[in-house]
């Protein structure tokens, strides 16, 4: 048979004898090559998300060294400002301690003063019955 009679499915093989005989395929129809080195491996393309962050990784290391080295500038002005916020407090907890003795002074010198000067005390009672009831009240003077 002529290799175009064969039909599809279908190949010569050399048995061990030398003889040639025709067999039926079980594997891929397609020709093996008959060379014995093997096809070279096909190039994939890089994923954009691969080629996204390769490019990125410099710029956020440069970022992070950048960061390092603003603040190893900064810290001389981070300490004086923590203690200067530190000062601040010191001066806020005075203030109010001696406001809270000058205002004790000054209210044991109006309790000391005769009582004409004091203001009229003046008290005040309300009553209501029921919910929706008219309210009601004395109002007294001293």
Do not use: D
């Not at 008959?34 to 956020?60: C, D, E, N």
């Amino acid at each position: 048979m002529r290799a175009e009679e064969i039909p599809p499915g279908v190949q010569e093989v050399i048995l061990p004898s030398g003889e040639r005989a025709l067999a039926y395929s079980t594997g891929p129809t397609n020709p093996q090559p008959t060379s014995a080195a093997p096809a070279a491996p096909v190039a994939q393309p890089i994923p954009a998300w691969a080629k996204s962050t390769a490019l990125l990784a410099p710029t956020i290391g440069a970022g992070i060294g950048m960061a390092a080295v603003g603040l190893s500038t900064a810290v001389p002005g981070l300490i004086a400002m923590s203690h200067a916020l530190w000062a601040a407090a010191a001066l806020l907890a005075t203030g109010g301690t001696a406001a809270a003795v000058v205002v004790g002074r000054v209210r044991a010198r109006i309790t000391a003063a005769p009582q004409a000067t004091q203001r009229p005390h003046i008290t005040q009672y309300i009553t209501a019955t029921g919910l929706f009831g008219r309210a009601n009240g004395t109002i007294n003077h001293r």
